[in-house]
């Protein structure tokens, strides 16, 4: 055998032991890494033990030294009894907390009501035919409408301007009007969501369903929606997580939730620290949802890559 042969062969034994892998420097077919193989291992590893002290070091020092230039800014004691009173924290700690049960049904009530018109919205954006070219333009304006409508002036309108007329059997509730006028943002958000999902999915997938028998129904509802929907998961989560924070606004018309138990306090105390502390407890609720989301989109893409996901 030649040098070149011997070295092809050594090759060809780490790539199958690296295919293989190997359990206490033996594979379950009996395979022996080789010395090369090992080197390289044990360099991999010393690389991953390297870059993690050296990402653990240079967090450490950042954090001292954003927290050097805060502690010694001048205006920091004043600062710290404003915003950061622990006395106030537990005062308002409780209080807060029962309001954001209002935030968490208004995100449950909400969201369902966002995910079913946001898709009502998308799906007639898509129909085809001149017959539904008027449903087609009222879909479009409808999200053109609310997509440029700052929030905030959305709520206020609904919120504000609907009890002002004095309709017969229309509510006046702050909660149902604010949980309204989130929905009809929020679901002009979430129908491009979908109708970009729907349009992703190649026209030969509802050509093969018509092919099969299936009717322009029956190929959007078994065939369409499906993929274009597990498509649009990460940027409907996204679009979830931005209405878990929103929901406080709803405060403005006069519910009580986590932003208004704060703001009940702060009027009474002259102290900031409320506001603080319902912060907090969005972040808390919100981080587990992006984290999620992040998990849930890496996962797809990695299914995407290896041919599992379409």
Known sequence: MTVAEGEAAREGADSEGDMTGTVDGRSADGYVPSERRRARERHQ???????TAVAALSTL???VVLYLVVVEAPG????????????????????????LWLNVRLLAVCGVAVLVLGMLIAIA????????FPL????????DFFRGLPLI???????????ALRLQGVTVDPVLLGGTALTLTYS?????????GIESIHPSQRAAARSLGLTNRQALRYVVLPQAVRRQVPPLLNDLVSLQKDTGLVSIGGAVDAVRAADIIVGRSL????????GLVFVALTIPMTRFTDWLTARMDRQRAQGGAL
Do not use: C, H, Q
């Open 271 to 278: 102290n900031y620290t409320p506001y603080i502390v319902a």
């Open 76 to 99: 920091w004691p004043r600062t710290k009894e404003t915003f950061f009173s622990a006395d106030y924290a537990r005062e308002a700690l409780p209080k807060v907390l029962e309001g």
């Open 125 to 132: 954006r898509t129909l085809r035919g001149p017959v539904f």
């Open 136 to 143: 087609r333009v009222l879909a479009a304006a409808y999200t």
């Open 188 to 196: 002009a958000y979430v129908a491009e969501v979908f109708r970009a």
């Open 153 to 163: 002036i959305n709520l206020m309108i609904v919120v504000l301007g609907v009890p």
């Open 61 to 63: 020092v950042t954090a």
């Open 45 to 51: 590893r010393a690389r991953a033990r390297r870059a």
